[in-house]
Every structure is written in structure tokens, then in C-alpha cells.
Nanobody, 123 residues
């Protein structure tokens, strides 16, 4: 089993930046990929970004490409999501996700989730 704990998030004005973190513990050796999903009020949870531990490959949703960067601290088993040039439509609860396989865009396939952290972007 893997446990994920998020931190960061908060309130920022449009155009600003935030960083959220996700620390993994437990059977971290089984993790193949970690990433982030988000869920806005009244909407379904959607894929944001992912990081493959084996070769450091990164993947992004089209809506965040060029603005968000996902990275990893190997020593701390922590994944970060740096969010720049934030827009009001980025407002959502951001969830850390991990899996012992390559993550798909479908959140129903994710076995391990963090508790979520709120990101609010004001206009």
C-alpha cells in the first residue's frame, strides 16, 4: 500500500503561481508513475500531469501545457506541481495520484489517492 500526503495550494490571483507537493510513503518501490488530477465544482475529476519514475518522462493535459511543470525529488519520494500563469479556470481541488503502472487519463483506474488540496484562482 502507498500513502500520499499533499501540501501547498491556496488562494492566488490570476497570473500568479503556486506549488503543490505530494509525499509518498509505504511501498514506494512499487510506484511506476505519479501525477495530479483535479476536480472543479460540478465537474468530473480530470488528468493534469504525470511523472514516470523510471525515466523521468512527463505528461501534461493540453490545458496546462507550458504553464505547469511536474517534477520529482527522488530522495524524498515527493512529486511537485509548479503552476504558473494561473487562470480562474484552474480553480479546483488538486489530487495526487500514484499507481504501480502507467497512469491513464481515467481517474477510475488510479489505486492510490491523496486527500486533495484546494487551489483557488481569483480573477
Amino acid at each position: 500500500q502507498v500513502q500520499l500526503v499533499e501540501s501547498g495550494g491556496g488562494l492566488v490571483q490570476a497570473g500568479g503561481s503556486l506549488r503543490v507537493s505530494c509525499a509518498a510513503s509505504g511501498r514506494t518501490y512499487s510506484i511506476v508513475q505519479m501525477g495530479w488530477f483535479r476536480q472543479a465544482p460540478g465537474k468530473e475529476r480530470e488528468f493534469v500531469a504525470a511523472f514516470r519514475w523510471s525515466d523521468s518522462s512527463t505528461y501534461y493535459a493540453d490545458s496546462v501545457k507550458g504553464r505547469f511543470t511536474i517534477s520529482r525529488d527522488n530522495a524524498r519520494n515527493t512529486v511537485y506541481l509548479q503552476m504558473n500563469n494561473l487562470k480562474p479556470e484552474d480553480t479546483a481541488v488538486y489530487y495526487c495520484a500514484a499507481a504501480p503502472y502507467v497512469l491513464s487519463l481515467n481517474p477510475s483506474t488510479v489505486p492510490w489517492w491523496g486527500q486533495g488540496t484546494q487551489v483557488t484562482v481569483s480573477s
